[in-house]
């Protein structure tokens, strides 16, 4: 049972536009969440998080919004550059404490097109 | 480096070998965790250590694995009599407790592929 979906294996934006990565989740009890980058043959990097009590968090070009009723996020990369291409993971949490495992996507391919 | 480090990257083991991976977190980091990421899939969580306690070990998918973290800083996942069902990338992540804390910092991760 995926508790967290990313239904787009992989997505293509022109440089300069808005790309937009879709997550879905199903466990009411997940209070955290987050998105991590990764590039090949690295760890993911951590990008940015949102709690559930907010519906949305920016910093600088990336902006996640939270639907809780609706179980989804999104993330807005706005302008994309070509150093944005890699994949993209959600994940969820139970808390935002350090010690709370994470619950991944199974990621979505972000490819910018100069 | 002040980052994770994990190692060796890259693993070959035949089927029924036993293998070590070793992982050494950012220091100070109190909470260690080891996931599991198949191809074409996310991370999958395996183990939590908070110091040198274990604390979860629900996502460990036999007893063939086993891992520990005996002085509360490098952590080993070893993996007995694999198989090739185990072929996959290891990534060991660190994080400080307590709350707004979450983000875990992730190694390079070390790619096993069982023949």
């Known amino acids: 049972d995926q508790q967290v979906k990313q239904n787009s294996p992989s997505l293509s934006v022109q440089e300069g536009r808005i790309s937009i990565l879709n997550c879905d989740y199903t466990?009411?009890?997940?209070?955290?969440f987050l998105w991590y980058k990764k590039y090949p043959a690295e760890g993911p990097t951590f990008l940015i998080s949102?709690?559930?009590?907010?519906d949305k968090n920016e910093d600088g070009r990336f902006t996640v919004f939270l639907n809780k009723s609706a179980k989804h996020l999104s993330l807005h990369i706005v302008p994309s550059q070509p150093g944005d291409s890699a994949v993209y993971f959600c994940?969820?949490?139970?808390?935002?404490?350090?010690?709370?495992?994470?619950?991944f996507g199974t990621g979505t391919r972000l490819t910018i097109i100069p | 480096g002040a980052g994770v480090s994990q190692s060796p990257r890259y693993k070959v083991a035949k089927r029924g070998q036993d293998v070590a991976l070793r992982c050494d977190p950012i220091?100070?980091?109190?909470?260690l965790f080891w996931y599991q990421q198949a191809l074409g899939q996310g991370p999958e969580f395996l183990t939590y250590?908070?110091?040198?306690?274990?604390?979860?070990k629900s996502g460990l998918p036999s007893d063939r694995f086993f891992a520990e973290r005996p002085e509360g800083s490098v952590s080993t996942l070893k993996i007995q009599r694999t198989q090739q069902e185990d072929s996959a990338v290891y990534l060991c992540?660190?994080?400080?407790?307590?709350?707004?804390?979450?983000?875990?910092?992730f190694g390079p991760g070390t790619r096993l592929t069982v023949l």
């Open positions: 250590f908070q110091n040198e306690a274990q604390l979860d």
């Open positions: 949102i709690s559930s009590i907010k």
């Open positions: 466990n009411s009890m997940f209070d955290y």
């Open positions: 220091s100070g980091h109190v909470s």
């Open positions: 992540a660190s994080s400080l407790d307590g709350p707004s804390y979450n983000e875990q910092f």
């Open positions: 994940a969820a949490s139970g808390s935002n404490f350090g010690n709370e495992k994470l619950t």
